[in-house]
């Protein structure tokens, strides 16, 4: 099981109704898309930390696990918004201005602060909540299916890789660089061959069934709370207030 999928089942908070972890979510992401970047990011991506570890009791380090690769991507494309180039002249000329690092800046605290919110609804709610939540809003039952599916399948692939590296370890397949570039090759290769034969498997399965386009798995539904509800708006414009009282 995955880090992320243990917390969302385990956490204090996952027999909450995902609607009201959702309405808070969205909430601090209509914040922090609505106002300046200077003056809300820093306080959305706080509501959800404190959310994730305080309230949920996930733990710190789960919660900076699941931000290091997005933020890593974030500051990769960082010299792109910040740098600009001038085709005019002799030849390309590089440039740093003022307003383009401005802008570089705001889609960094931005993307960071929604980061952070996703984060913090992957960290206290299980996918089957989310799917469920989804179909009941009006996604279309084609891609609920389809989540529902790959969800599955991640897990499945991660296990064989898991499986089929320890067996290539044992047979010393990572000794050099050679090798391990080989090694890795073939669990590359195989991973995508087992996991086109699962796939048809899964489907022979389900259609022996009698797999109709509706695939219905059990999932807690517990009920919406209003006081809950009203806490979310709460904290919602609590941000806002603090974000333009103290920008």
């Given at each position: 099981m995955?880090?992320?999928?243990?917390?969302?089942w385990?956490?204090?908070?996952?027999?909450?109704?995902?609607?009201?972890?959702?309405?808070?979510?969205?909430g601090?992401?209509?914040?922090?898309?609505?106002?300046?970047?200077?003056?809300v990011?820093?306080?959305?991506?706080?509501?959800?930390?404190?959310?994730?570890?305080?309230g949920a009791?996930?733990?710190?380090?789960?919660?900076?696990g699941v931000?290091?690769?997005?933020?890593?991507?974030?500051?990769?494309?960082l010299?792109a918004?910040?740098v600009?180039?001038?085709?005019?002249?002799?030849g390309?000329l590089?440039?740093?201005?003022?307003?383009?690092l401005?802008l570089?800046v705001?889609?960094?605290?931005?993307?960071?602060?929604?980061?952070?919110?996703?984060?913090?609804?992957?960290l206290?709610?299980?996918?089957p909540?989310?799917?469920?939540?989804?179909?009941?809003?009006?996604?279309?039952?084609a891609?609920v299916?389809?989540?529902?599916?790959?969800?599955r399948?991640?897990?499945?692939?991660?296990?064989?890789a898991?499986?089929?590296?320890?067996?290539?370890?044992?047979?010393?397949?990572y000794?050099?660089?050679?090798?391990?570039?080989?090694?890795l090759?073939l669990?590359?290769?195989g991973l995508?061959?087992?996991s086109?034969?699962?796939?048809?498997?899964?489907?022979?399965?389900?259609?022996?069934?009698?797999?109709?386009g509706d695939?219905?798995v059990?999932?807690?539904?517990p009920?919406?709370?209003?006081?809950r509800?009203?806490?979310?708006?709460?904290?919602?414009v609590?941000v806002?207030?603090?974000?333009?009282?103290?920008?």
């Open positions: 995955l880090a992320t999928d243990r917390h969302a385990t956490n204090r908070w996952r027999f909450i109704h995902p609607g009201e972890k959702a309405l808070f979510v969205v601090l992401l209509a914040a922090d898309f609505a106002l300046p970047a200077a003056s990011a820093h306080q959305v991506f706080a509501a959800a930390f404190l959310a994730t570890v305080i009791k996930v733990p710190a380090r789960a919660f900076w931000m290091v690769v997005p933020a890593g991507f974030l500051l990769a494309g010299p918004l910040a600009s180039v001038q085709l005019e002249g002799a390309p590089l440039s740093l201005s003022p307003e383009g401005a570089a705001a889609v960094q605290l931005r993307s960071l602060a929604a980061v952070a919110c996703l984060a913090f609804l992957i206290t709610t299980p996918i909540d989310l799917l469920a939540l989804a179909r009941r809003l009006g996604m279309p039952p891609l299916e389809l989540a529902y599916l790959m969800h399948l991640v897990f499945v692939v991660l296990e064989r898991s499986a089929a590296r320890q067996a290539q370890e044992a047979r010393l397949g000794r050099n660089f050679k090798t391990s570039i080989r090694s090759g669990l590359v290769g995508f061959l087992r086109l034969d699962r796939g048809r498997r899964l489907d022979t399965g389900l259609a022996a069934r009698g797999y109709q695939l219905r059990l999932s807690a539904e009920e919406l709370s209003v006081k509800l009203a806490l979310a708006v709460l904290m919602t609590v806002v207030a603090s974000a333009l009282v103290w920008p």
